[in-house]
Structures are given as structure tokens and as C-alpha cells.
Antibody
Framework: QVQLQESGPGLVKPSETLSLTCTVS????????WSWIRQPPGRGLEWIGYVFYSGSAHYNPSLKSRVSISVDTSRSQFSLKLSSVTAADTAVYFCARRPPSGSFDFWGQGTLVTVSS | DIQMTQSPSSLSASVGDRVTITCRAS??????LNWYQQKPGKAPQLLIY???TLQSGVPSRFSGSGSGTEFTLTISSLQPEDFATYYC?????????FGPGTKVDI
């Protein structure tokens, strides 16, 4: 069974960089695209981007200037960096697997990141 | 971007009811339409992908249909564990986008 687990700071100061890591187990990271999705409190879901094991990444144009997603196949991990954060970036951040159907079939439990001084 | 809308935004139903949720896309799509269920404090769970294919382990009371710009999720007989928020998501073009959600409660 595929399992994903997010890790990283739960509190980030405004203007700083949010950094999260997702650890994948139960499946080789050398398949599929691996994604980050976020959900502000009480609101809907927003796709941030995804990365292939080769390192090729695709980002949401609305965040593209601030986001970077990378992969470390040796550790079965992929990571998110979001720079110049504001309160609007406060959300639960999920990592997820994207199969060829384009859906997101396995998700981490999510981690709440609050942007506040 | 393809914008997704859902109707209704919320509904009240009873155990045993047949429930239908509609998702509309801002432009015609192929078959890359997916549905998720989310319960409070939990990650979304994939129910249906490619319009009508049931994800492994999902009960057969869930079904999906549709084409073009209009798609439907149907729960044939609502069970207590089905009270949740449901989202559609298109993967027809990048960026993938989600509908705003439909909350199903008692």
C-alpha cells in the first residue's frame, strides 16, 4: 500500500520560504508524477504543482514565480519550496501521487502551515 | 484554466436517499474528470476517475457519468459514512483544477 507523509515547520513568518518534504513508501518513486496540493482553512483545493522522478516539474501559473518542487529518488522524497509567503498561503498542504489518469489516487494526511509573525 | 463549478453547493439528505451532484466545466473536456470525497480533518479520497471508473475499494453505490461540459456523481443509496464534502477535478489540461465542493449532510 502506498503511503505518503508530509513533514516540515507548521509556522512560517511572512516573507520567508515555506519548505515541506513528502516521504513515499510502498511504491517506487521512479513512477508517476508526485504532487503538492493545498487547502486554506474552510476552503477548496488548489493544485500547486508536480514533479516527475527525472526532476521535470510543472507548476500552477498562479504560483509559478514563487514555487519550486524537487525530488530525491535516493530517499524516496519530494519537496516543496514556496517563497515570499503571506497570510494567504496559510493552508493544509497535501502531497499526493498522480497516476496517468491525472487524478490524485494516494494522499498524505496533510500538514497545516500557518504564516504569521 | 478550465473553471469547474458544482451544484448544489450543499444538500441535506437521509440515509437511503439517492443523491446526485453535478459538475460543470467552463469548456468541453475529454474524459479526464475525477471525483473525491473529503471528511473533516482528512485528506480527500479518490472515488471515481476518467468520468466513470470506480477506484479500487470504493463501494458500487457510487457512480459517475457525463461528457463535454457536464458530469454527474450519483450515490444510489446514501449511507451514514457518506456524509462528507465531494469535489470534482479536471485533469484535461494543466493546471488541474477542482470544483468548489458539495457538502452532503443530514
Amino acid at each position: 500500500q502506498v503511503q505518503l507523509q508530509e513533514s516540515g515547520p507548521g509556522l512560517v513568518k511572512p516573507s520567508e520560504t515555506l519548505s515541506l518534504t513528502c516521504t513515499v513508501s510502498g511504491d517506487a518513486i521512479n513512477n508517476y508524477y508526485w504532487s503538492w496540493i493545498r487547502q486554506p482553512p474552510g476552503r477548496g483545493l488548489e493544485w500547486i504543482g508536480y514533479v516527475f522522478y527525472s526532476g521535470s516539474a510543472h507548476y500552477n501559473p498562479s504560483l509559478k514565480s514563487r514555487v519550486s518542487i524537487s525530488v530525491d529518488t535516493s530517499r524516496s522524497q519530494f519537496s516543496l519550496k514556496l517563497s515570499s509567503v503571506t497570510a494567504a498561503d496559510t493552508a493544509v498542504y497535501f502531497c499526493a501521487r498522480r497516476p496517468p489518469s491525472g487524478s490524485f489516487d494516494f494522499w498524505g494526511q496533510g500538514t497545516l502551515v500557518t504564516v504569521s509573525s | 484554466d478550465i473553471q469547474m463549478t458544482q451544484s448544489p453547493s450543499s444538500l441535506s439528505a437521509s440515509v437511503g436517499d439517492r443523491v446526485t451532484i453535478t459538475c460543470r466545466a467552463s469548456q468541453s473536456m475529454t474524459r479526464y474528470l475525477n471525483w473525491y470525497q473529503q471528511k473533516p480533518g482528512k485528506a480527500p479520497q479518490l472515488l471515481i476517475y476518467l468520468v466513470s471508473t470506480l477506484q479500487s475499494g470504493v463501494p458500487s453505490r457510487f457512480s459517475g457519468s457525463g461528457s463535454g461540459t457536464e458530469f454527474t456523481l450519483t450515490i444510489s443509496s446514501l449511507q451514514p459514512e457518506d456524509f462528507a464534502t465531494y469535489y470534482c477535478q479536471q485533469s484535461d489540461s494543466t493546471p488541474p483544477t477542482f470544483g468548489p465542493g458539495t457538502k452532503v449532510d443530514i
